[in-house]
């Protein structure tokens, strides 16, 4: 056999055996994880042929332009490089492909007869090609220097990777270096062999220079073993890709694809799957107890992952000392999800599945072993700063809901002290236990009347509004001073609008968000009813909670409630534009204003609240450093209003510190839970000696108009300075550990 014969021989079958051997690997791991996600449970209303058209649009933008990656500037900008050669280099397979069974003079078909201006296809790939790759290197070195910046053996906590696989993102990088280098050093032979079938492939010639010269037969040996070396590099990497956190690359279509499109309106909409108690039997599950309870769309968020710690560097908890990371719940999900995988797909039987089948996907009590521990179940807010951040769009909260509905509706596991607020919701209709009788008295101190709308009366439309209150606004007397500023607002810019009184009832959102669906729904159903009855479609709802806000508009819809619903801020911002409401009081004040998460983060509504505050002629306001969708929460949503908080720094005292920091006389908000726990921090600062008395208030966007509205000896009473206080304790039935 000749040295020519040997090469070609060695070149095909070193080659093919490599293909092979990494070809069958990863269409096995390809085969477990394809049936992995079969294995799920289905969710009709995320399947591909039902998502694909709404969420098609959103999935070109966040994958190709690389959207949310971008908000991270510099890892955004290197991210966008590496990505777009890894696309523009599947070229590179095709070439390589070619030379192995036909030889190094191979070509891409028709490229070079392709011109315009003495300029070929092959012009433009080649340059295309070696830019983008240089492009990527660059990439390479930015993410190793962040690394190195952000390693969590250094940074503890505070390090966005504390927590994920280190390793795997060293062996990422590395293996991306060397597919670039055995490319150029590829190109670089065909060069020098007289084979390129472009100059404009700048890199790949320089590289090319250095073997001009070196005879045939070695230049040949040469490309043959760096080409048998370069595919097994990139069959090594497709393989670890398919069993790393790297399979982004891979699942982030189909998970785009299948993703909720109405998270693109509403961020906070939750997923709804109707209870129908008369349809339940002993079989039934309500909520996920198991990993394979988790719908097929979950098992691509886990499988999508990146492990970037985005979401991680964002969240309040983790960043208050508590334990939950949304990153490691999503890593701790996945890694499960595949030790389980064998068995739920019958390759091993439960004798040889051993403990993973048994083990709780959720303890009972903290410490207990199970997937996730009890206190980062309960540590969540929803405030859905991990979603906004997530890059592949992962749904965090989704998931952590699904696990509550399940330890509260199947367990009755829960924090006790959220089980008063359950029984006041479900008794009493509100969360502090008040009761409906009461939810009128806060009118009594206004000067003007407010039509009451009855049951059955279809006389919404009567109105220009109809005013949800919800039911702090209704009963806790800090959030009355609240209703009554808006209610006066509305009456002096002459809007028509109407209440329901006695008739509201809670909208069920803290229920929601606790993980007791079945009583939420009961609560929807019950309200759209109402609402319905009073002609609510025939006009427009006002609601001043976010969180009724963001239930009435969003998740009411799933209940066949299809109704018009502004937040007050929005409402009052409005009514400014058109000259109705003019603030002439000068407030000489420094005013920092904080975003709800489920006005802001959720809804999207940012301008609205500080328009309203910039009506009022004389403030001075400044944002926080974490402000609008990169706001911090404050620590009440996820029904945390009623747990208490023994872990770590409490999450409102952290964001009244960032607050403090802008040195305000004024905070202003516009959602009530916000208002408490801003209050009760200051009131704290107060206490400790770090404040004094009255030095700053924690005032809703409603109450600042109002201010700017009255004399300055008549700002009072319903701008909320009267006797009570802007600390006024909560009414009766405080929430736990908060009020």
């Not at 670890?240 to 189909?254: D, G, P, V």
């Not at 969540?380 to 952590?400: K, S």
């Not at 399940?406 to 596991?413: G, H, L, V």
């Not at 966007?701 to 909560?730: H, K, N």
Request: aromatic share 8%.
């Amino acid at each position: 056999m000749g040295s020519e014969t040997l090469l070609v021989v060695f070149r095909i079958l070193a080659g093919t055996a490599v293909i092979v051997f990494f070809g069958a690997w990863a269409v096995r791991r390809g085969m477990f994880l394809l049936n992995l996600v079969r294995a799920a449970r289905p969710n009709p209303s995320r399947n591909i042929r039902s998502a694909a058209k709404a969420n098609l649009k959103h999935a070109l933008v966040n994958i190709f332009a690389n959207k949310k990656l971008l908000k991270w500037s510099l890892p955004g900008i290197a991210h966008f490089w590496v990505m777009w050669a890894f696309f523009v280099l599947q070229t590179t397979l095709i070439e390589a492909a070619g030379e192995l069974y036909i030889g190094p003079s191979f070509q891409l078909p028709l490229l070079n007869s392709i011109s315009v201006g003495g300029v070929t296809a092959y012009d433009v790939l080649g340059f295309s090609q070696d830019s983008l790759a240089l492009l990527s290197l660059t990439g390479i070195i930015i993410f190793a220097g962040i690394r190195f910046a952000q390693d969590p053996r250094s940074k503890g906590r505070s390090s966005r990777f504390a927590g994920s696989n280190l390793n795997q993102g060293w062996w990422i990088l590395i293996a991306e270096v060397l597919v670039i280098w055995t490319l150029w050093v590829a190109h670089g032979v065909r060069f020098a062999e007289g084979y390129a079938p472009t100059e404009a492939a700048f890199i790949s010639n320089l590289f090319g220079q250095v073997f001009v010269g070196l005879p045939t037969l070695t230049l040949e040996w040469i490309g043959a073993v760096n080409l048998v070396i370069h595919l097994a590099i990139v069959g090594g990497f497709l393989v670890f890709t398919l069993h790393s956190k790297h399979l982004h690359i891979i699942t982030i279509a189909f998970q785009e694809l299948t993703r909720d499109p109405d998270k693109d309106k509403a961020l906070g909409k939750l997923y709804t799957e109707k209870i129908d108690m008369e349809a339940m039997d002993e079989d039934t599950v309500l909520g996920v107890g198991q990993i394979e309870q988790f719908t097929f769309d979950r098992f691509l968020d886990f499988q999508t992952c990146t492990e970037c710690g985005r979401c991680q560097s964002q969240c309040p908890a983790w960043n208050t000392g508590k334990p939950l990371s949304p990153k490691m719940l999503i890593q701790d999900l996945r890694d499960h999800m595949y030790a389980k995988g064998p068995f739920l797909l019958g390759e091993i039987d439960e004798a040889e599945a051993g403990d993973v089948i048994n083990i709780p996907l959720v303890g009972d009590a903290p410490g207990e072993a199970a997937v996730i521990d009890y206190d980062v179940l309960w540590s969540c807010t929803t405030c859905g700063a991990c979603v906004e951040e997530c890059p592949v769009d992962i749904q965090h909260v989704d998931t952590i809901v699904d696990m509550r509905r399940y330890k509260a509706m199947m367990e009755s596991s829960f924090p006790q002290e959220a089980g008063v607020m359950l029984r006041n919701v479900e008794n009493a209709g509100d969360p502090w236990g008040v009761g409906q009788s009461k939810r009128e008295e806060w009118t009594e101190k206004l000067e003007f009347d407010i039509p009451v709308l009855q049951p059955g009366s279809d006389e919404g439309g009567s109105y220009e509004y109809i005013f949800w209150t919800g039911c702090a606004g209704a009963v806790d007397d800090r959030s009355k001073k609240i209703t009554q500023a808006t209610a006066q607002l509305l009456h002096d810019a002459d809007v028509s609008f109407a209440i329901l009184g006695k008739n509201e009832t809670c909208s069920g959102d803290p229920a929601r968000r606790l993980g007791m669906e079945y009583l939420f729904q009961m609560l929807a159903e019950q309200n759209v009813e109402l609402l319905k009855s009073v002609g609510a479609e025939k006009t427009k709802i006002i609601a001043w909670c976010p969180h009724c806000f963001n239930t009435l508009k969003n998740e009411y819809p799933d209940f066949d409630g299809h109704f018009e619903v502004l937040h007050h801020s929005e409402v009052l911002a409005q009514l400014i534009d058109e000259g109705r409401l003019v603030a002439t009081n000068q407030l000489d004040k420094r005013i920092t204003y904080h975003d709800p998460c489920y006005l802001g983060r959720h809804n999207d509504v940012y301008s609205d609240p500080r328009k309203v505050v910039d009506a009022v002629p004389g403030l001075k306001p400044t944002e926080m450093t974490r402000c609008k969708s990169n706001g911090f929460c404050c620590g009440a949503g996820g029904a945390r209003m009623w747990m208490e908080e023994n872990i770590g720094k409490r999450v409102n005292m952290e964001r009244v510190d960032e607050a403090l920091e802008m040195d305000p006389q004024l905070i202003s908000t516009a959602c009530p839970y916000c208002t408490t726990m801003l209050s009760d921090g200051i009131a704290q600062k107060v206490q400790e000696g770090s404040l004094a008395e009255g030095q700053v208030e924690v005032l809703d966007v409603s109450e600042v108009l109002a201010r700017g509205r009255m004399l300055p000896m008549a700002a009072q009473g319903v701008a909320g300075t009267d006797d009570a206080g802007a600390d006024a304790p909560a009414s009766e039935g405080e929430p736990a550990g908060q009020a």
